[in-house]
């Protein structure tokens, strides 16, 4: 099974991703938005600052990812994380909107979670109402919902001023979430709550199920 990570200009979470990939059993590969995607049976949009996070976060990159756009619309596997998240609600594949925290604060630290839907390909492996332990860091992680988004996780306490606790949503075959699971795949990062996640994924495609 094959996961590209794409590298944009200011990512700073794609090595963590590529760890994760790779003990979940993935072949994982580094790329970029210009790279033919096709050979990929999942495509990563790792957190960090993509351009800067100019003009908003994920505004830039999401205009240069056409290819992952088409990707996913021939229902490839995509996951965004923090700042993946972001690019794919500015590129229209997740609905909403994520904002600046309500404290006006960069927010940097573990939080609980809820499985809130463990029928999707990147939760089957957690049990419903599962709670799980993952890392934050983000500044503009509150999420504004439009319509009536599937939602996957939500925080216990609401840090950041999320509409309904929302902290990832997923639309058949992409996911976007803001906490990071990627960083907690392996005790010494203080929690293995995360792996599961790349674990289901795996499981899914496996399965057959691309
Ligand atoms: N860790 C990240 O991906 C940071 C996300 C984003 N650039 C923010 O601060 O909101």
């Known amino acids: 099974m094959r996961a590209g990570v794409i590298v944009y200009p ?3 979470c794609d090595r963590d991703a590529y760890y994760a990939l790779e003990l979940a059993g993935f072949k994982t590969y580094y790329i970029t938005t210009r790279d033919n995607l096709d050979s990929f049976d999942l495509i990563i949009l790792p957190g960090g600052f993509s351009y800067g996070d100019y003009l908003r976060p994920g505004a830039v990159s999401a205009r240069e990812s056409l290819a992952v756009k088409e990707f996913a619309e021939n229902g490839g596997m995509v996951i965004g994380i923090c700042n993946g998240f972001q690019i794919l609600v500015e590129m229209g594949l997740l609905s909403g909107a994520l904002l600046q925290n309500d404290s006006g604060k960069f927010i940097c630290k573990f939080v609980e979670l809820e499985i809130v839907d463990n029928t999707t390909p990147f939760t089957m492996l957690y049990k419903k109402g599962e709670k799980i332990r993952l890392p934050v860091a983000h500044g503009f992680g509150r999420y504004v919902s439009v319509g009536n988004p599937n939602v996957v996780f939500k925080y216990k306490e609401n840090i950041n001023g999320s509409d309904d606790f929302i902290a990832g949503i997923y639309n058949g075959n992409v996911l976007g979430m803001m906490p990071h699971p990627e960083r907690a795949v392996d005790e010494f990062l203080g929690s293995v ?10 499981e899914y495609i496996r399965g057959g199920n691309r």
């Open 193 to 202: 709550d995360g792996l599961k996640l790349f674990k289901s994924v795996f």
């Open 10 to 12: 200011g990512s700073n």
